[in-house]
């Protein structure tokens, strides 16, 4: 998510634009990621792909296996703050037919 809105903000100021979008992702409340190991994770946002799960950051972006997370602690977690974070509890394990 961030990566798209760091683009657009690049877009409009080469077009000479404001971006109203900028603001409200600025405000908006870090992801918790909760890790097996019990290590804690903020986060601008998210991204899944396949069995990786990519945590993003303003300036960066790190890839970790959904295999490390706690899926249900890191839901609780966020549930507690308003932000619904959806992690397919078995996306490590399924295959392509």
Same mark, same amino acid.
């Given at each position: 998510?961030?990566? =798209?809105?760091?683009?657009? !903000?690049? &877009?409009? !100021?080469?077009?000479?634009?404001? @971006?109203?979008?900028?603001? !409200?992702?600025?405000? +908006?409340?870090? %992801?918790? =990621?909760? =890790? /097996?190991?019990?290590?804690?994770?903020?986060?601008?946002?998210? +991204? &899944?792909?396949?069995?990786?799960?990519?945590?993003? #950051?303003? *300036?960066? !972006? @790190? /890839?970790?296996? %959904?295999?490390? %997370?706690? %899926?249900?602690?890191?839901?609780?977690? #966020? *549930?507690?703050?308003?932000? #619904?974070?959806?992690?397919?509890? #078995? @996306?490590?394990?399924?295959? =392509?037919?």
């Amino acid at each position: 998510m961030r990566i =798209l809105q760091r683009l657009q !903000a690049e &877009l409009a !100021a080469a077009k000479g634009q404001s @971006t109203p979008t900028s603001v !409200a992702a600025q405000n +908006a409340p870090a %992801v918790t =990621l909760i =890790l /097996k190991d019990g290590r804690r994770i903020e986060a601008a946002g998210y +991204a &899944l792909v396949g069995s990786t799960l990519w945590i993003l #950051n303003a *300036q960066d !972006a @790190t /890839k970790i296996s %959904v295999s490390d %997370v706690d %899926v249900d602690a890191t839901q609780r977690e #966020n *549930q507690k703050r308003g932000i #619904n974070v959806v992690i397919p509890p #078995n @996306t490590s394990q399924r295959r =392509l037919r």
